[in-house]
Nanobody
Framework: QVQLVESGGGLVQAGGSLRLSCAAS????????MGWFRQAPGKEREFVAV????????YYADSVKGRFTISRGNAKNTVYLQMNSLKPEDTAVYYC?????????????????WGQGTQVTVSS
């Protein structure tokens, strides 16, 4: 099992930046693709980004493409989400997760070992 702990959330003004971290412990972190999701109040959890096990490829939701960057440091067992040009609609709890199947990359059903989440609030 891989245990995940997110950090780095907070309150930021529109146009600002935050970097989220997801620290992993347990089984070999570098074996897994890792994803970020988010859930806004009253909405379903939605896909944000995913990165391959070796960091060689990544994929983003259209809503964050060009503003967010996912990366990983396997030596540190950590995956990151750099968020720039933040908008009020980015306000949500952000979660990282381990990708466990390979049918639909944007489906939360393909992911597991969810962390507890970190709150991001963007003020206008």
């Amino acid at each position: 099992q891989v245990q995940l702990v997110e950090s780095g959330g907070g309150l930021v003004q529109a146009g600002g930046s935050l970097r989220l971290s997801c620290a992993a412990s347990g089984r070999t972190f570098s074996d897994y693709d890792m994803g970020w999701f988010r859930q806004a109040p009253g909405k379903e959890r939605e896909f944000v980004a995913v990165i391959s096990w070796n960091g060689g490829s990544s994929y983003y939701a259209d809503s964050v493409k060009g503003r967010f960057t996912i990366s990983r440091g396997n030596a540190k067992n950590t995956v990151y989400l750099q968020m720039n040009s933040l908008k009020p609609e980015d306000t949500a709890v952000y979660y990282c997760a381990v990708r466990q199947s390979f049918r639909q990359v944007t489906s939360e059903n393909e992911y597991g070992n969810w962390g507890q989440g970190t709150q991001v609030t963007v003020s206008s």
